[in-house]
């Protein structure tokens, strides 16, 4: 199966991904790295690792992307062959074009517990809401916000191509926004 990674910036997850990749945990190929920041170092890192990537102007909204850019991107993936696109630190909120290009075949990580349900049964309201999968990091009394984010990155780094991992052994069951993990014999 082949992905395509859109980010905005220094690209670790996307680095966490090619590294599973290589080491064969996650059997997948990065067949396209798409960026709306040209000097994006995930970009860089594409390049060293043989990957395909490229900047793609995204228009002149600071928050999502033009319609242009947005047919520019889904053109750009679907001509790479990508069957999933992951967000990885990208900067840009995914509009209904893209996710209708790409229906279900779309995943995001976020540095939080998200999404917080209040009140009754929230443990419902996460199951409505289609959460894959969460890790916990400490809020440590001495820390800064560099040593928190390095702490939620190494659980990103798990976490994120093992996500992708099981949406790539069909893993993963979808039903509007709910998302259940069901084991059908998957690959070693």
Request: glycine share 8%; proline share 7%.
């Amino acid at each position: 199966m082949k992905i395509g990674v859109l980010l905005s910036g220094s690209g670790s997850n996307l680095q966490a991904i090619i590294d599973a990749t290589k080491n064969g945990s996650l059997p997948v190929e990065i067949g396209l790295v798409v960026s709306d920041n040209p000097d994006a170092f995930g970009l860089k890192r594409a390049e060293k690792a043989g990957i395909k990537a490229q900047y793609i102007p995204p228009g002149p909204k600071r928050t999502v992307l033009s319609p242009e850019a947005e047919e520019k991107y889904i053109t750009a993936l679907k001509e790479a062959g990508c069957e999933l696109v992951c967000l990885a630190g990208f900067m840009r909120v995914i509009k209904d074009k893209i996710l209708a290009a790409f229906p279900g075949r779309v995943l995001n990580i976020h540095p939080s517990l998200l999404p917080a349900f209040p009140g009754l049964e929230a443990w419902k309201q996460a199951l409505n809401y289609g959460v894959i999968m969460q890790a916990v990091v400490p809020v440590l009394p001495n820390d800064t916000t560099k040593t928190l984010l390095n702490r939620i990155h190494q659980q990103e780094h798990i976490i994120y191509p093992m996500a992708i991992k099981l949406f790539a052994e069909k893993r993963l069951k979808i039903s509007g926004r709910q998302v259940s993990v069901i084991n059908n014999n998957p690959k070693k």
